[in-house]
């Protein structure tokens, strides 16, 4: 098994730019989990999905944040435009059939906004 | 690459001895616990779990141990070796809600 992919492994754009980022979650979970990970503020929950359907978006920063999952093998992540504070790893996780099943994170994008 | 906090709590431990990193929660409902191992550059990794109803789990050189008294959860590692090196993180798990991280502590080995 591959585990979780994300993709791309690195990013540097400059401020204003749209970024998607991507993310292929183990085969047969039906949870995936976004989450950003800062000096400052450590591991942050974004968004959540059960079954493709986003469950809980609070943790998302504001509206130049959105997330799609349009089916079971892919989400993405998309930030726009962006801004330096979004400078940060992004990682994705999924999970077993129940939201709480033990989380399984793929490598993580590193995200450097200029 | 660096993936996780400069200011953490830091524990570090000759190679061969014994470590215990620990953990409190807030959440007396919590229904069960994790502990995630993350290295440098890389995603958290799930290294053992243990119930609410439980004091005690043992796993390959690792330990949980539970103390629901005084909402405190640790994790020992047996004879830490250079791979132990990481930041660990606990986490609890109440009722059909996602985890919730605590900051972390990072483990540094001697050799």
């Known amino acids: 098994d591959a585990g979780v992919i994300q993709s791309p492994r690195h990013e540097v754009t400059e401020m204003g730019q749209e970024v998607t980022l991507r993310c292929k979650p183990i085969s047969g979970h039906n949870s995936l989990f976004w989450y950003r990970q800062t000096m400052m503020r450590g591991l942050e929950l974004l968004i959540y999905f059960n079954n493709n359907v986003p469950i809980d978006d609070s943790g998302m920063p504001e509206d130049r944040f959105s997330a799609k999952m349009p089916n079971a093998s892919f989400s993405t992540l998309k930030i726009q435009p962006s801004e330096p504070r979004d400078s940060a790893v992004y990682f994705c996780?999924?999970?077993?059939?129940?939201?709480?099943?033990?989380?399984?994170f793929g490598p993580g994008t590193r995200l450097t906004v200029l | 690459g660096e993936s996780v906090g400069l200011h953490l709590p830091t524990l570090s431990v000759q190679e061969g001895d014994n470590s215990i990193i620990n953990c409190a929660y807030s959440?007396?409902?919590?229904?069960?616990f994790i502990w995630y191992k993350q290295e440098s550059g890389k995603g958290p990794q799930f290294i053992i779990d243990?119930?609410?109803?439980?004091d005690k789990r043992q796993g390959q050189r690792v330990t949980v141990l539970l103390n629901k008294t005084v909402k405190h959860l640790s994790l020992q590692i047996a004879a830490t070796q250079p791979g132990d090196s990481a930041v660990y993180f606990c986490a609890e798990v109440k009722g059909n809600t996602p985890l919730v991280f605590g900051k972390g502590t990072r483990l540094s080995v001697i050799a």
């Open positions: 996780a999924s999970g077993g059939r129940i939201s709480t099943d033990t989380q399984y």
């Open positions: 959440n007396s409902a919590s229904d069960y």
């Open positions: 243990i119930r609410s109803n439980m």
